[in-house]
């Protein structure tokens, strides 16, 4: 077999037959860095990291200037929990490739696990600035080329609101008359391509993190003292879960701050996410702080991903889905007056778990998926409904959506959740 067996066989998934023929290729060149690394990831996929990770130091050591592989050893050394070393090894590929976006992904994430997250907001900040800033990678090009009408007249509707605080108020005024001139021509459905002219009128605003609040840490901490934890049969609800100051620096952030720039995943909604806007080192203070308050649920498991959801249609919920990780902590932020039902708005949980060996894929294809599982499976629901600064802990393999949403119209009334996942799901 020939190493484009081997990459064929990969490259189609059939990862035993993959390993055959890198083996057989690595027997006449047994130093030949990037088969070792190839092999490695062969044999990783196939759930053997210890076998794996010495692939990968044979690849290291043979070209030490590999930054795949030194990637993927830090991958599996962090799989192993030997964080400190992991982090070594992605620091290395960064400094090999300052570039690498994945390695400045997984080391926001390895240092909130490593209780420095000082230096993940520094990563963090990174990923941003290689999504959107001036030396950005095509990794986000699509949404920075791209909109929905429903972007665009969030945006116009955000800086009419940034306008009404008063500071800058004529840039802000020409900004939203700019976006409402580009909103004219976009269809009220499906996503488009903008167009030159869109462009000339946008600028170099668009779909970029060019305003952002600050949110920085709070001395003392931003959970609160008052807050009180009601638990039923595992999931947990949470009332007062920050403190004044910390809900009102959030909110100011998540209102005023350009980072809305995920239109495309569900209809209705924007999204943010910690490696493209949402993290600042209040919302990282908030998820160490959470970890610690809960140690029975979370000391073992560690932030792995976090996002903040903006309903951008007042009725719209988000629906089914089931989230990758151990335990998901929902929490919201927009006041109780903007919802114009108390009795809904929150969250549904199912409470019946998905066979073990259930695979999350696509938010889109698994609602059919999850729908047809309760239909033979019914399970329970719990419904939570919504209030301002109440949190929501549950194990994130248990299905869950929105609950009939009815939030008012307008700019400061859209319904702002944020997520925050701790773990991975087979732990």
Do not use: C
């Not at 990780?325 to 708005?345: E, L, Q, Y």
């Not at 719990?382 to 301002?388: D, H, N, S």
């Amino acid at each position: 077999m020939s190493l484009e067996d081997a990459l064929s066989h990969h490259r189609a998934g059939r990862l035993e037959d993959a390993e055959a023929a890198y083996r057989t290729a690595l027997a006449d060149e047994p130093e030949n860095a990037s088969i070792l690394h190839n092999l490695g990831v062969a044999v990783a996929e196939q759930g053997r990291t210890e076998e794996a990770l010495a692939l990968f130091e044979r690849a290291v050591a043979a070209e030490p200037s590999y930054a795949s592989a030194h990637f993927n050893r830090a991958g599996a050394l962090n799989a192993l929990g030997r964080l400190d070393e992991a982090a070594g090894a992605y620091r290395r590929t960064v400094a090999l490739e300052p570039d690498h976006y994945a390695a400045h992904r997984a080391l926001g994430f390895l240092w909130m696990a490593l209780d420095r997250r000082d230096r993940a907001m520094d990563h963090f900040a990174r990923t941003q600035e290689l999504r959107r800033g001036d030396d950005r990678l095509p990794i986000a090009a699509d949404s920075l080329t791209k909109t929905t009408r429903g972007k665009i007249g969030h945006d116009a509707a955000q800086f009419r609101y940034l306008a009404s605080l008063g500071k800058d108020k004529g840039r802000w005024d020409t900004l939203a008359r700019a976006y409402d001139a580009a909103a004219k021509d976009i269809p009220e459905n499906g996503i488009v391509a903008l167009s030159v002219g869109q462009f000339d009128l946008l600028g170099d605003s668009f779909n970029t993190p060019f305003y952002v609040r600050s949110a920085p840490e709070l001395p003392g901490g931003a959970l609160s003292d008052a807050m009180s934890v009601s638990d039923d049969d595992g999931i947990a609800t949470i009332d007062n879960l920050l403190s004044d100051r910390a809900l009102a620096l959030l909110r100011r952030n998540l209102l005023e701050s350009t980072i809305w720039s995920d239109f495309a995943h569900i209809d209705g909604f924007l999204a943010s996410y910690l490696e493209d806007g949402l993290a600042s080192p209040l919302l990282l203070q908030i998820a160490d702080e959470i970890r610690t308050a809960f140690p029975d649920r979370l000391t073992s498991h560690p932030l792995t991903q976090g996002w903040a959801f903006k309903g951008i249609r007042g009725d719209l919920p988000i629906d089914i889905h089931a989230d990758d990780a151990a335990v998901s902590v929902n929490f919201w932020v927009t006041p109780d007056a903007a919802n114009a039902n108390r009795d809904t708005g929150g969250l549904e949980i199912w409470r019946g778990a998905p066979p073990e060996d259930w695979e999350i894929s696509d938010y889109g294809q698994d609602i059919a998926r999850i729908r047809d599982w309760l239909a033979v499976n019914p399970a329970d629901r719990a419904t939570i409904p919504y209030r301002e600064n109440r949190a929501v802990l549950f194990p994130s393999r248990l299905f869950h959506g929105s609950h009939a949403p009815d939030f008012q119209p307008g700019y400061g009334n859209m319904r702002i959740n944020i997520t925050l996942l701790f773990g991975n799901a087979a732990t």
